[in-house]
């Protein structure tokens, strides 16, 4: 591990965001921390605060106004600019060399299909792009054993090329510290104590997150649920309070009484121990990669159908509002190694100079 000085990190979007794009974000930070050299290959580049020091960011301007036709040149020219001699961690479904580690959180395929989309114009180049990573590939890091199934199976894939690594989070920002401020946070968002708070993370795609299924349940309800949405899109519902796109989400998970998933596609989904972290439950659907390794009094999973979730909340809504309901020992539902350090250790165990 200690022979690597630099690394080649590519990725399409350096900013603020939740999922792949903080977990990015972390990365960078981790590796710079470490004294790693980076040169960070990207097509948008908005860093929080202050870059870190020893990091290079190439920044390949989009060219046309579709987006999509944007991603598919840059994955394309994007290895044109790595840095000879350093280990390629290839994170966007580049081609046009070897890749030394490439980190997958989902594959195209599998996400087509469970939107049940057969691949169009775009959707065929994405999966030629993302086959030729994986075959370029000397190591695969899938961040769920689903998604390393899907893989092996649709990309035919060696399994032994294969590991699967869940992601980490950060402990020094999720965590039971505001615990104490729950009721005031509560406050701040303008929810009545007695009503009962899901947070639902709906990122930029609400429906693929399962708002319209979250809302089919929630109108069978008899108690006072309120859905706090987290999300650039607004969920139209008479339950929903929608608080665009936030940045405070450690705030956020502990002043809600459970976080709320109907995904029909997450190959991992992050805000399971995120907010687990932070002392409050999931309400997950069995779609989601994180229910393989959350388990009771953190994570409760139901069946991606809508009466399956009105059930749940029905058993539950009587007790979320007991300080029982939260969670005392996050660490006791949380069933991988989820320090970043432990995270980066392994992905530097991978790594070889070329």
Same mark, same amino acid.
């Given at each position: 591990m200690s022979a690597v000085s630099g690394l080649n990190l590519v990725f399409h979007s350096i900013r603020q965001g939740g999922g792949m794009e903080r977990h990015v974000r972390d990365l960078i930070t981790g590796f710079a921390e470490r004294g790693i050299a980076l040169r960070v290959i990207t097509c948008k580049l908005d860093w929080p605060g202050v870059q870190p020091e020893k990091v290079d960011f190439v920044v390949l301007r989009d060219w046309t106004p579709l987006q999509r036709l944007n991603n598919l040149w840059f994955e394309h020219r994007a290895y044109r600019y790595i840095r000879p001699g350093w280990p390629v961690l290839a994170i966007s479904r580049i081609t046009?060399?070897?890749? %030394?580690?490439? !980190?997958?959180?989902?594959?195209?395929?599998?996400?087509?299909?469970?939107?049940?989309?057969?691949?169009?114009?775009?959707? *065929?180049?994405? #999966?030629?792009?993302?086959?030729?990573?994986? *075959?370029?590939?000397?190591? !695969? !890091?899938?961040?769920?054993?689903? $998604?390393?199934?899907?893989?092996?199976? %649709?990309?035919?894939?060696?399994?032994?090329? $294969?590991?699967?690594?869940?992601?980490? #989070?950060?402990?020094?920002?999720?965590?039971?510290?505001?615990?104490?401020?729950?009721?005031?946070?509560?406050?701040?968002?303008?929810?009545?104590?007695?009503? +009962?708070?899901?947070?639902?993370?709906?990122?930029?795609?609400?429906?693929?997150?399962?708002?319209?299924? +979250?809302?089919?349940?929630?109108?069978?309800?008899?108690?006072?649920? $309120?859905?706090?949405?987290?999300? *650039?899109?607004?969920?139209?519902?008479?339950?929903?309070?929608?608080?665009?796109?936030?940045? %405070?989400?450690?705030?956020?998970?502990?002043?809600? %009484?459970?976080? !709320?998933?109907?995904?029909?596609?997450?190959?991992?989904g992050l805000v399971g121990p995120e907010s687990i972290a932070c002392g409050t439950p999931v309400l997950f659907a069995d779609t989601i990669g994180a229910t393989e390794v959350l388990s009771e009094p953190g994570c409760y999973t139901f069946p991606r159908k809508a009466a399956a979730l009105a059930g749940l909340l029905q058993r539950l809504g009587p007790v979320m509002h007991s300080p029982h309901f939260r969670v005392a020992q996050p660490e006791a539902c949380i069933h991988y190694p989820w320090s970043l350090d432990r995270y980066l250790d392994a992905l530097l165990a991978c790594t070889t100079v070329s």
């Open positions: 046009g060399g070897p890749v %030394d580690l490439a !980190i997958s959180g989902g594959t195209h395929i599998a996400h087509l299909a469970k939107m049940g989309k057969q691949p169009g114009f775009f959707g *065929r180049r994405v #999966i030629a792009n993302e086959s030729a990573l994986y *075959r370029n590939s000397r190591v !695969i !890091i899938a961040h769920s054993r689903s $998604v390393r199934d899907e893989i092996v199976r %649709d990309y035919r894939i060696a399994p032994e090329k $294969v590991s699967v690594l869940y992601p980490p #989070i950060d402990s020094c920002l999720f965590n039971k510290r505001l615990e104490s401020s729950r009721r005031e946070i509560r406050q701040s968002l303008g929810v009545r104590d007695e009503q +009962i708070v899901l947070l639902f993370p709906a990122g930029n795609n609400r429906e693929l997150k399962g708002a319209r299924l +979250i809302m089919e349940a929630l109108d069978q309800q008899s108690a006072p649920f $309120v859905l706090v949405v987290a999300g *650039r899109e607004v969920v139209q519902h008479p339950r929903a309070l929608n608080l665009g796109f936030r940045e %405070d989400m450690p705030a956020l998970y502990t002043a809600a %009484d459970a976080t !709320i998933l109907a995904s029909k596609y997450e190959a991992f």
